[in-house]
């Protein structure tokens, strides 16, 4: 009789170590919460789950980031001065490979693209401008150009996703923030941005700025500043951020004072100076430099916080949520909802992360 083997004895798999900048959390704040909202009951040991915001930050920087802004005002504010200053590059320069879509009438929508880079993290940063807005002696509906532009990139979005093979990361045009430049006049609005921003308030977010505001005394500047404050409550036009968007008290805490700031008065210029031996972007005049960073001088650092280090994701978020859904579901109900759109857009090479 042969002799038996000896049953094979396999090893017991590894159990994954926690990664080293994960710093393992006290017994107390281990805990799990039970069904139905119950009482939390302590965890055993360490299971990783406070590693999701490295995964996703680590999934995110290898695609990288798009944002589109477009920028709307009459020539001669520095719209394209001040997108340079926002993003320190030239990043909106008229000699930098724009492209260009041609409007029936006055208004010309041009586009340029720019991949800008810090700190490891990659961002595509596209700019919308409008040259020969409000321009005209008769600027009767000059505003339909724009607003046709960016519902047609709502469309262009609408229909990758009603492919039945849709790209893994969709082609991402929609306008994001549109900037609007205001005439530092001193005195109120024109029909023209009353017209303007109501017609575009309701399809993309609206941000208002003053223009060249170091044209203003700091007396005229405030009193200009709530002037328009007024005149967009009275006209009924709602900028971003709008109060019904505020998701929690911490939201609506700090958007309250963004939106009591607003519309920021700005100067913008990509020029440098020497001022107490340091060197600043700013604006030489007569009697001394602008500096833009200055938050004394004029509000372009609240712009700059707002726009890029605290509520460029929300921008998109609320472009995404809002106002294409908006669209999208409008769009779907007149086509009756069942049938796919027939044409296809063009495939862009900027994709979507939202």
């Given amino acids: 009789m042969s002799e038996m083997a000896p049953p094979e004895v396999r090893p017991k798999p590894a ?200 044209t203003l005394t700091p007396e005229e500047k405030n009193e200009f500043k709530q002037r328009v404050r007024k005149e967009l409550e009275t006209s009924g036009i709602e900028f971003y951020p709008q109060k019904e968007f505020d998701e929690d008290i911490e939201d609506k805490n700090e958007n309250n004072k963004i939106r009591e700031a607003m519309p920021f008065a700005v100067v913008g210029s990509d020029k440098e100076y020497q001022v107490n031996n340091k060197r600043v972007l700013g604006r030489k005049t007569p009697w001394g430099v602008v500096e833009v960073e200055n938050p004394n001088h004029c509000e372009f650092a609240q712009l700059r916080d707002f726009l890029i280090r605290s509520h460029l994701q929300d921008l998109k978020e609320v472009t995404h949520n809002i106002y294409y859904e908006t669209y999208r579901a409008k769009r779907l109900n007149d086509n009756g909802g069942l049938h796919p759109l027939t044409c296809s857009a063009p495939a862009g090479p900027s994709e979507s992360n939202v």
Avoid at 47 to 62: A, E, H, L, S, W
Avoid at 94 to 122: A, M
Avoid at 174 to 179: A, K
């Fill in 15 to 214: 159990i994954p170590a926690k990664p080293p900048h994960a710093v393992p959390p006290s017994a107390s704040t281990l805990s799990i919460q039970g069904s139905g909202g119950g009482p939390s009951s302590a965890l055993l040991g360490y299971i990783g789950i406070d590693t999701i915001i490295q995964q996703m930050r680590k999934k995110t920087m290898k695609v990288g980031f798009d944002f589109n802004i477009m920028i709307v005002g009459h020539s001669g504010l520095g719209k394209s001065t001040l997108v340079n200053t926002l993003f320190k590059s030239q990043v909106s320069r008229r000699s930098s490979g724009w492209t260009c879509e041609r409007i029936p009438k006055t208004v010309e929508i041009k586009s340029v693209s720019h991949v800008i880079e810090e700190g490891g993290v990659k961002m595509k940063l596209t700019v919308i401008d409008t040259p020969g807005f409000g321009d005209q002696i008769n600027n009767e509906n000059c505003w339909e150009p724009v607003s046709k532009y960016i519902s047609e990139q709502y469309e262009k979005f609408l229909k990758e996703e009603m492919n039945i093979a849709r790209k893994k990361r969709i082609p991402d045009t929609r306008i994001h923030c549109c900037l609007y430049f205001i005439s530092p006049t001193g005195h109120s609005l024109r029909q023209l941005d009353v017209e303007f921003m109501k017609r575009l308030s309701s399809v993309v977010n609206l941000v208002p700025v003053i223009a060249k505001s170091d």
